[in-house]
């Protein structure tokens, strides 16, 4: 089977409806075709402020909703990505032959630097691409899901793939970007054309995994429409009514002009009383699951660290090629 990879940050207690529709449930749609690896990046989680206990928290937490959407930690390879310290040595090994200048382009990079100010950015979030290659590139992973914020990020590994290959002979496979779909995007409900984010500014607009049915409900009942009336698709004039149809339409395999119809000639209450069922009937069982994993974390820390086994196996395997090729003094 082709490997797959692909992770999230623990950078929030729950994870939120976009991590869902668009990471978690194509994940557990790609396990059957591939040989996947699902990480919980925490060495990535560190480039944020964070409280300790509060991140082993929000670690354990993450990979519990993984389990709990459908991620089989016996069928896929779900660990937490500090437990494999090869991730860590092959972003230094990388690192080494990324350009400064390279790394300056990232955008994701000037976007966060220039948010937080040079003295407030850390180096961490300069190499922060390179670590994610050395995340893709230890699992020889032939194919790399995620957002289109992501696709520079992947070219950069690609191109690092191809120096590497090029310079010390055939060690990496050059992944592929499978970008996701733009109905896979979910944007917040109370500011419809800015993405949903577990970091976002303010709760009212974000749909969270963990969150008691009934808050998930009222917001959606509160979240942002148009005077229009009219339940119909159309992201440049009605963002806020599109994005429920697009969240409508994914948790239910429904298409979207099938829910129009539906909806035709009724008010938006009907329509977001609706969508309030679908989504409290797709994360309740999903939160309930999540909840019994995290009340034995002993269970959980044991299936981790099993899965952690699987991953460092083959990660070392490629870091010995690695250091053995760059000329490296192997310890006999
Ligand atoms: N709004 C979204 N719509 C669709 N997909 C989304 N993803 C995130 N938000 C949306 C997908 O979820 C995965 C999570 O990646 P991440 O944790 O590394 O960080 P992110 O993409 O930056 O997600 P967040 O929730 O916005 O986190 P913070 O606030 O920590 O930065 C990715 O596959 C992403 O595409």
Known sequence: KPRLYSGMQPSADSLQIGNYIGALMQWRDLQDSYDAYFSVVDLHALTQPNDPAELRAKTRRTAAQYIAAGIEPSRSTLYVQSHVSAHSELAWALSTITGFGEAGRMTQFKDKSARYGADATNVGLFTYPVLMAADILLYQTDVVPVGDDQKQHIELTRDLAERFNSRYGQTFTVPTPVIQRDTARIYDLQNPTAKMSKSAESDAGVLWLLDEPAKSAKKIMRAVTDSE????????????????????????????????DEYAGRGYGDFKKGLAEVVVSEFEPVRERALALLDDTAELDRVLAENAGRAASVANRTLSDVYDRMGLLRRV
């Open 229 to 260: 009336g009219v339940v119909r698709f159309d992201r440049e004039a009605k963002p806020g009514v599109s994005n429920l149809l697009v969240i409508y339409a994914a948790l239910s395999g429904r298409q979207i002009a099938s829910i129009e």
